[in-house]
Each structure stands twice: as structure tokens, then as C-alpha cells.
């Protein structure tokens, strides 16, 4: 497995931190964003109360909405109404069991005449684990080259150093241990 980079863990650590933020808000209100494609195909991806919406439907508003997106905050009861649309199993559930949800059919109470939507719904917290993977590997890695070095040995290929605990690896060539951050405590 290639090792993680620190940027790439600090990247998806701001994601899922700004997933966590929209989760919050999801209790006060429902937001989210309406992308226009081809024709002005609408799908959206809305976030409301711990679930994440993504829906695809045929409603087209016109070639001159097409290829755009704007954003929109509704208050609850507002996106409620939608989701039930959207998300009606027939039995008035639309949660799910932790909040995973799937429907997809021709429908008419979208008010555009008969169209076609299909709308999965997922918990917030799913994506904020998936998110928080390549961090954790990274601070895995981390954490395992410095218990190397700590003990002696190269981060990289094992080798033991306490005799040329100064000079770069005789086996493969490392500096790792050189670096005066190594043995620092992570911040
Ligand atoms: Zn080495």
C-alpha cells in the first residue's frame, strides 16, 4: 500500500470536518445544491436532519439553466415534504434504518408533470468514516516509523542502526532518523 502523504491526510481531514459542520446544521435547516446538466437536467445533493440526499431525476428546465448550480437553504418542514416525495417507501418511512434510504420510480407530486426521480439517501456519519480512512492510515504509518527509529532501527527497511545511529542507512539509504523531527512528539 503506498503511504499515505500528509497533505492528502490533511485534505480529507478538512472534508469530513466540513461534513461534520453540515451535519450540525442539518438540524436546523435543509441545505444543499441543485446541479442543471444537459438541458437543464436537475440532480441535487441535500443534506437534512443526520442524512445526506443525492438525487437524480429527468425534470429539465431548459437549455438556458443548463451546465449550472446554485445552492439552497430551506427550513425543515420545507425539505421534509420533499424527502417524503422523494423517499415514500409507501409506508410513510423515509429514514431508514441509521438513515439509509433508497427509492427510485416515476412519480407526479414533484409538480412538473410525470417525471422520473431517484434519490438515495445516507448518514452523515458514513462519509465522515470513509473521510477519516487515509488520515488514519497516514497517522498509522506515522506512528510505526517512529516506534522504528525510537527502537533503533530504520523507519524504512528495519535495519538495525545502533552502531550508525548518525550516518544514513547502510542498507537502503535513509535519512529518516537523521531528521531532527523524527523523534519530536507528534503535534
Ligand atoms: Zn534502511
New binding site residues.
Partial sequence: MPRPRAATAVTFTILAALVAWTWLRSNSAGEGVVLLLDGGRAWGVGSVEGQILLTATDIKFGPHRAWSAETFSVPLNEINALRAVLLDDGKGGTRGRWNFAAHAGQTERLGTGKSWAGTLGLPHWLLITLLLIPPALYLKTRLARRNQIRAGR?A????DLRASADKP?P????QEHLAPAANAPTP
Avoid at 156 to 159: A, D, E, H, K, R
Avoid at 171 to 174: A, D, F, P, Q, W
Fill in positions: 530504520c524504512t527497511c528495519g535495519y542507512c542498507e537502503c539509504g535513509s
